[in-house]
Structure formats: C-alpha cells, structure tokens
C-alpha cells in the first residue's frame, strides 16, 4: 500500500476519533463527571490505568482514554504526513497544527482538572477540541477528495448553488425579443 493511502485513512481515522472524544466529552459535561477523576493524567494520581468504571469516575476516564487514543492517532498521521507527504506542503502543515492543538488539548484538560473546573478553561478546552476538529475535517476531505464519488461532488456543488430569487424577473423573460435558440455560429440553409 502506497504512503499516500496509509495517509488518507490515518486523517479519517483521527477523524473519526475526534469527533468521539468530543462527544464523549460533551457527556462528562451533561453527567457534571468532570471531577470524577481528580488527579491528572491519571485518575487519583498514582498509576492506576484502571480505576474503578462506575459514575462519574467512568465517564471521565472513558473520555481521557478517547483523548489517549486520538493523540495517538494524530501522532501517527503526522509521521505518515512528514514521511509521504512532503509534496503536498498544506497537508503536512495541517498535521503539525492539529499535532499541536491535541498537545494543547491535553495540557488544557489538566489544567480544568487541577482548576476544579474553571468555566473560562472548560470553555477554552472545548473550542480548541472544536477548531482541531474543523482542521482534521478540511484535512481528511483533502487527503481524500480524488476518492470522493463524483456525484457526491455534483451534489455539493449544487446544493452549494444559490436558489434564484422569485423576486428578481429571469433574464430571458426580461429581454425585448425572442431567445436565440443556439448560441452558436449560424448554420446555412438546406435547398
């Protein structure tokens, strides 16, 4: 299997990651389990890799497991980017900024801990888990777009179109004369 491929699937993987880990921490939110573990990296300090999964304490360490295996994840894709990639300079620009953001993400997510939840952290944290989202996005559509069915590009395309507006007389009706039925050259009479 060629580099690029690895690279292709790596970005969608990472993906798909991201948007689990973000929603597994929109429920640490909504069970308020945010302190179920109160040490960080590790719940209750120590190296315990396996706390106890019930309430609060699952929830959260579900959520910083999903956050382990994304770093991972875009740790990978971004030495598949550096190693396969060296000609599309954009992709291994977007691989180093979302490297990055997950590095900033974990930093953030023991900084709420340690915080006790500070809401202007929480915040933080979640825009920045939403703008490495919207980079891996764009990314993997890039990596990806000469195998996106075409008609799934028609389709963008036209819903991308805007709708004529009702209000505004179509051109062809507006105009003082009859509509030339072909916009070519003229064709010479038949005998």
């Known amino acids: 299997m060629d580099g690029h491929r ?14 689990v880990t973000i929603i597994l921490g929109g429920n640490v939110i909504a069970t308020n389990s945010g302190l179920g573990c109160t040490g960080w990296p590790l719940c209750y300090g120590g190296w315990n890799l396996f706390p106890s999964l019930n309430g609060a304490t699952g929830i959260e360490w579900t959520h910083r497991v999903a956050a ?16 396969f990639e060296r000609s599309r300079p954009a992709f291994v620009r977007l691989s180093v900024a979302s490297l990055a953001l997950v590095v900033l993400l974990a930093l953030l997510g023991g900084a709420v801990v340690d915080s006790g939840l500070d ?53 062809a009706s507006s105009s003082s004369g009859p509509v030339p039925a072909s916009t070519g050259p003229p064709r010479p009479a038949r005998s």
């Open 119 to 171: 809401i202007e952290l929480v915040l933080l944290h979640f825009g920045v888990a939403t703008i490495l989202f919207g980079v891996l996005l764009v990314l993997a559509l890039l990596a990806n777009w000469k195998n996106i069915p075409k008609r799934w590009k028609e389709w963008a395309h036209r819903a991308s179109e805007s709708a004529p507006d009702p209000s505004v007389p179509d051109e």
């Open 68 to 83: 382990f295996f994304l770093a991972v994840s875009i740790l990978i894709m971004t030495t598949f980017a550096l190693s």
């Open 6 to 19: 690895w690279f292709r699937y790596s970005a969608v993987a990472a993906l798909a990651l991201c948007w």
